[in-house]
């Protein structure tokens, strides 16, 4: 069964601190994301990564950072974690098809992490 | 540039009665479709997929949902709805030119079902 799993639920940090969230897929699947949830917006892209090294920007990088060293690991980086920060960050993977990241696809979700910045 | 629209942010139906929920989006290029439903405290999993097979695409738990070419659209719907579809709803686009690179999210539709 696929599995992508998001090693904190919960956690609350201080604003400044640094933050890693960990992500580990089972799937052998080439493509990693990150995106966070927020009520009103939906899901935005933070970051993605389409090999292991290899990372891009989606829509909202700024204040974020990545790393994927292990083709099953992503890791999301809060250098110094800000209030407007606080959200549910979902971890996600999926299967290379040709060159075309998403196409049809399916993208797989972790169970999300609740971030709070205090 | 790729949108979705979903119309309605919440949704509540009566258990037993037509689960409706609206999705349009807007691509310059033939796209692919999603739903995705999230329970509360969870992630998102697939409920259905449109990639240019069928155009009445058949998902988990009873839904479905009809590409409309002709009106951008691709809504979600379930003949008889539980109390168990209470949950929040995501129609997503992605479109197959090669430098595709995002998978766009509506805002989503949180579903009520009163008993």
């Known amino acids: 069964d696929v599995k992508v799993t998001q090693s904190s639920r919960y956690l609350v940090k201080r604003t400044g601190e640094k933050v890693f969230l960990e992500c580990v897929q089972d799937m052998d699947h080439e493509n990693m994301f990150w995106y966070r949830q927020d009520p009103g917006l939906g899901l935005r892209l933070i970051y993605f990564s389409y090999d292991v090294k290899m990372k891009e920007k989606g829509d909202i990088p700024e204040g974020y950072s990545v790393s994927r060293e292990k083709k099953e690991r992503f890791s999301l980086i809060l250098e110094s974690a800000s209030t407007n920060q606080t959200s549910m960050y979902l971890c996600?993977?999926?299967?290379?098809?040709?060159?075309?990241?998403?196409?049809?696809?399916?993208?797989?979700f972790g169970e999300g992490s609740w971030l709070t910045v205090v | 540039a790729q949108s979705v629209t979903q119309l309605g942010s919440h949704v509540s139906v009566s258990e037993g009665a037509l689960v409706l929920l609206r999705c349009n989006y807007s691509?310059?290029?033939?796209?692919?479709l999603f739903w995705y439903v999230q329970y509360p405290n969870q992630g998102l999993q697939l409920l259905l997929k449109?990639?240019?097979?069928?155009?009445l695409v058949k998902g988990i738990n009873g839904f479905e949902a009809e590409f409309k070419k002709s009106e951008t659209s691709f809504h979600l719907t379930k003949p008889s709805a539980h109390m168990s579809d209470a949950a929040e709803y995501f129609c997503a686009v992605s479109f197959s030119s090669g430098s595709a690179r995002q998978l766009t999210f509506g805002s989503g539709t949180q579903l009520t079902v009163l008993p």
């Open positions: 449109y990639t240019s097979a069928a155009t």
């Open positions: 691509s310059s290029v033939p796209p692919y």
């Open positions: 996600a993977s999926s299967d290379l098809h040709g060159r075309e990241l998403y196409s049809g696809n399916t993208i797989y």
